[in-house]
């Protein structure tokens, strides 16, 4: 894919002016449900035993390809 290509999805993914075609039509804004901060930690804590355990089964590559 093009550099422009990329730089248009990360444009129009930032902003939330995109969402219709028509120019004065009412937006809605989402609002996020508020998370508690054990989630917080778990998920983390989650995430990064997934990415250990990722790591551990990983092929190890030789130096010669």
Request: charged share 20%; net charge positive; aromatic share 6%.
């Amino acid at each position: 894919m093009e550099s422009t290509g990329m730089m248009a999805l990360f444009l129009a993914g930032s902003d939330s002016l995109a969402t219709s075609a028509l120019p004065q039509a009412p937006t809605v804004t989402e609002e996020r449900a508020p998370r508690s901060a054990a989630w917080s930690t778990f998920r983390g804590r989650t995430a990064s035993a997934l990415h250990r355990l990722a790591w551990a089964v990983e092929p190890k590559v030789s130096g010669n390809r």
